[in-house]
């Protein structure tokens, strides 16, 4: 039988907190539906996304191209429909190139159809598990996930964050009940690793200290298929994102967070800077896990874990930042102050406004990840009593 969290008793009524949730989450969802329903239909919409990137990668795989080719990829991508100038390059590792491999058997409409679809059930899996993690209150609360802006953005420009937002969900969900498979799902998480650093420090201190060493072998038994796999696929494929990844235009972009502004205020030249606040982080985690070793509770420590590995990344875009929503809604659910519902429910409003005039490469863009972690140390200041509010890590 799966345990759940008594939460308290729920509120007699609707009161204005879950009115905001309601009211702001109802219109993003929305405005997201009709996007995504309008973007198959719309001519040449469908290539003016993120998504585009990810289907010519395939497409280049399955004609045995190169998939990190920069003049071709982009060849391809300006003749479904993108707009912007340059080209947009997949940029995860290779062990996600099986992930884009399928995409080169589809036409770019139904494989931009079925993407969607399979980011919409990341979206929805993910905050159903984090919400039975609390026991399942009743309420609106869990529509914050839903609505989550950053989650938003990264289904509208078919992303591949939301993936590794499911594989973070699925080991705090699992990894004491299923180990192999919360490992084996921290592989969604190594699409994009450089999100999770100080969250990776203290899990491998946490594997250490506690052997749990199942959680190792499904992590590695995962990786190294996908490794094979891409090998396979293309054996040249290594050594041409090495390349790519080392090209002066992608050490100079621009990216809207802490490190890369720390970078190009200090020394713009020094590359190193931008992984300083990665580094110092992983530090701090370690501390903060060793001094908590004797009662660690992944799904409830693990969130500020998370927080601070999103304002520390390297490199984050605000699409990034869906992998907040585990940590939020731990936030939203522990907390006795309905007041911060309703202020965060209108930062998301203040956010979507926000989208819709300004480009998400912008520096206005910089104060949304320490948002988050603020919000949810103001939120854990008004929680209720922590053995009420730890969630707990239970089968279903």
Not at 22 to 46: D, H, Q, R, W, Y
Not at 85 to 110: C, D, I, K, T
Not at 149 to 164: D, H, K, R, W
């Amino acid at each position: 039988m799966a345990s759940t969290l008594n939460l308290g008793a729920a509120p007699s009524r609707h009161d204005f907190a879950e009115l905001s949730i309601a009211v702001v989450a109802g219109l993003a969802l929305a405005v997201t539906a009709i996007f995504l329903f309008a973007v198959p239909l719309a001519g040449k919409m469908t290539g003016s996304r993120d998504f585009v990137a990810y289907w010519a990668t395939g497409q280049q795989l399955v004609h045995h191209a190169n998939p990190y080719d920069h003049d071709a990829v982009g060849r391809l991508e300006h003749s479904v429909g993108l707009t912007v100038q340059g080209v947009l390059l997949m940029r995860n590792p290779p062990w996600a190139l099986p992930l884009a491999y399928p995409l080169g058997f589809l036409g770019l409409r139904m494989a931009a159809i079925l993407w969607s679809l399979l980011l919409v059930a990341c979206l929805l899996v993910s905050v159903a598990l984090v919400r039975a993690m609390h026991g399942s209150p009743p309420g609106v609360i869990h529509w914050l996930g839903l609505a989550f802006t950053p989650a938003l953005i990264c289904l509208t420009m078919g992303q591949t964050s939301l993936f590794a937002l499911l594989g973070l969900v699925l080991f705090l969900r699992y990894h004491s009940v299923r180990p192999f498979l919360a490992g084996a799902s921290m592989w969604l998480c190594a699409l994009k690793p450089h999100l999770f650093l100080p969250f990776a420090a203290a899990l491998a201190v946490w594997i250490v200290v506690s052997r749990s060493y199942k959680v190792v072998a499904g992590a590695v038994t995962a990786l190294a298929a996908s490794c094979v796999i891409a090998t396979l696929i293309d054996p040249a494929s290594w050594a041409a994102y090495t390349r790519m990844m080392r090209a002066p235009n992608i050490e100079k972009e621009f990216i809207p967070c802490l490190s890369d502004a720390l970078r190009i205020w200090i020394w713009p030249q020094a590359t190193w800077l931008q992984f300083l606040p990665a580094a110092l982080g992983c530090l701090w985690a370690v501390w903060y896990f060793w001094t908590r070793r004797r009662t660690w509770n992944w799904a409830r420590n693990g969130s500020p874990l998370v927080l601070a590995s999103i304002v520390a990344a390297p490199y984050c875009f605000l699409y990034d930042q869906g992998l907040a929503i585990p940590a939020l809604l731990d936030g939203a659910y522990s907390t006795r102050a309905r007041w911060l519902l309703t202020a965060l429910a209108v930062v998301l409003l203040a956010i979507d406004v926000e989208v819709c005039s300004v480009e998400i490469v912008s520096p206005l863009y910089l104060w949304t990840a320490p948002l988050w972690l603020g919000w949810f140390l103001l939120a854990r200041a008004y929680s209720r009593d922590a053995a009420v509010a730890a969630p707990q890590s239970v089968a279903l």
